[in-house]
């Protein structure tokens, strides 16, 4: 153990037992610059493993963001992991600052890596950072998207080698081909898009080339700043999480939106998928860890203990039991229902470990709940069930004191509640009858300052903006089960790691990686090479 933490209760860590054994700190590395790590715009380190093979055998790299530096660290041995023998190479960015980064598993040699860089001015750059060789620079004149807007998130598309997907804090993701190149002179004008499909609040826009075949494709979502995506294990499905609160699954083929969930207040940080696919772990500014099922399409867990807002999540399918070597569960009669394992890390510094399986979810409390009489007939119970439902639609709709009060898009398969029924001759064709649906004071105002500071283009018609303020009054209606209403999940582990806030966690088969704010990169070792070592 080392110092207190500002609380003088919890204590920084540096081992902690579970069922499976002893994790140990083996190795704390930092790299420290002259800049302001917690200035508010910096963007938060993160790190992406990758494993080369050549005569010598499977060697480990890191890489790794701080500030406007990306490092290249050699991990063959994480045991050994040092500041200056590990650094194999450094690149600082003059303008801008690295905010994510992805590897090219497909594509990858021992003397040539496709990494995919993004940066806090729009760019994404195409890297061997083997060589620290600038293959291409995609938005390089900031034709596709402005400078005033950030990469927040990119990956490459599993089991391709040219496409890759980059979202950005105005809200747009766009899917680039490396077989084409986007660079533009400063004179020429900005690409242009043609409307592809059109679904509920978001638009889907394609850029041809002189070939006329598809170059960029550009997802307009209008939800406010996109924080992170991830794809599915079979690449069916993409889960987008959004500054609205929202997280939004797509049939990736089809562009259809097929399911989605709404936080318990605040925005959503971090989504990724369960090694089988059938669930989807998100966290955000609730300081919660929810578990979504996209086959129920519910809410199938909570988890709560982070005391602060949730960086990043993951699986980690070593530790999972009951799953198969492709992540799918074990189809035999006696087998045993599959345990989930995934970690989660915050700005409370703390990491914690959690298991979900189905049969030891805690049952929802129904303390709240009315109890049913036995000799209440058909009719009254029908009654009964009216009544309630009548009263909760006009709370609901009077209630303006909600947690959560951003505006927000309208979803496919869900039910909405018409408060008020119009008559057949009244036109409902103008802004201010959808302006009179709104339940606060000044409300077309407000919303139209909304909609057209969301959209890209803020010269918007008021026959667009009437599309647009009928699906965000839609989708207000989608309502958010309390907490008492979900079954409750608690963390298998929960200790303080670091003295500052976290910012990655990845597992690997001997290790678990963490990185945090103030430029420090810790690796921890699982029991059983704790044991060997």
């Known amino acids: 153990m080392t110092g207190p933490c500002s609380n003088g209760s919890d204590f920084i860590k540096e081992h902690f037992r579970t069922s499976e054994g002893v994790y140990k700190l083996v190795h704390n590395v930092g790299f420290y610059t002259a800049l302001g790590l917690k200035h508010p715009k910096m963007p938060l380190p993160k790190v992406t493993l990758f494993t080369i093979k050549d005569q010598f055998g499977s ?68 890297i061997n950072p083997l060589k620290w060789e600038f293959i291409k620079i995609y938005n390089e004149n900031y034709a596709i998207e402005n400078g005033e807007s950030s990469v927040t998130c990119v990956k490459w598309i599993p089991g391709s080698e040219t496409q890759f997907i980059a979202s950005y804090s105005s809200g747009n993701m766009y899917i680039f081909n490396t077989t084409y190149c986007t660079k533009n002179s400063m004179n020429e004008p900005p690409v242009t898009f043609t409307l592809s499909k059109q679904g509920d609040s978001y638009n889907i826009l394609v850029h041809r080339g002189k070939s006329r075949t598809k170059e960029i494709v550009k997802w307009e979502l209008k939800c406010g700043q996109i924080n992170e995506f991830s794809f599915s294990p079979d690449t069916k499905h993409l889960a987008v999480v959004s500054q609205d609160g929202f997280l939004r699954v797509f049939d990736f083929t089809s562009e259809d939106l097929v399911s989605a969930m709404r936080s318990y207040f605040g925005g959503l940080l971090c989504v990724c998928w369960s090694p089988d696919g059938r669930y989807i772990v998100t966290g955000g500014e609730d300081d919660l860890v929810t578990v979504w099922s996209l086959q129920d399409h519910k809410i199938t867990a909570r988890g709560e203990g982070h005391k602060s807002w949730v960086t990043m999540v993951t699986f980690d399918p070593y530790n999972s039991k009951g799953l198969a070597s492709n992540g799918r569960p074990v189809e035999e009669d006696n087998a045993e229902l599959p345990v989930y394992r995934f970690g989660s890390v915050g700005q409370d510094a703390h990491i914690f470990f959690w298991d979900l399986c189905e049969d030891s979810l805690e049952p929802v409390s129904t303390w709240r709940t009315k109890p049913e009489t036995p000799n209440e007939g058909e009719g009254d119970k029908k009654r009964t069930l009216e009544k309630t439902t009548t009263n909760n639609n006009n709370n609901n709709s009077n209630n303006s004191n909600s947690s959560y009060s951003s505006f927000t898009l309208p979803l496919k398969g869900y039910d909405t509640v018409n408060t008020e029924k119009k008559s057949p001759n009244k036109k409902s064709n103008k802004v201010s009858d959808a302006a009179n649906t709104l339940p606060h004071r000044n409300k077309f105002s407000k919303l139209r300052s909304f909609v057209r500071h969301s959209h890209s283009d803020t010269h918007l018609s ?33 200790k303080r790691v670091s003295s500052e806030r976290l910012t990655c966690i990845v597992f690997t088969k001997d290790y678990v990686v963490l990185s945090c704010n103030e430029g420090n990169v810790y690796v921890w070792s699982r029991p059983s090479t704790a044991i060997t070592s």
């Open 59 to 126: 060697r480990e790299k890191i890489v790794y963001n701080l500030t406007k530096d990306l490092y290249l660290l050699n991990a063959s041995d994480l045991l050994q992991l040092d500041t200056e023998r590990s650094v194999q190479g450094k690149h600082t960015f003059k303008d801008k600052c690295p905010t994510c980064h992805d590897v090219n598993l497909l594509t990858r040699s021992k003397d040539s890596v496709h990494l995919l860089v993004g940066t806090t001015d729009g760019q994404i750059h195409l």
């Open 462 to 494: 008021d026959s667009q903006l009437l599309r647009n303020i009928q699906c965000y009054t839609i989708l207000d209606s989608v309502k958010v089960p309390r907490l008492y209403e979900v079954p409750r999940i608690d963390p298998l582990v929960s």
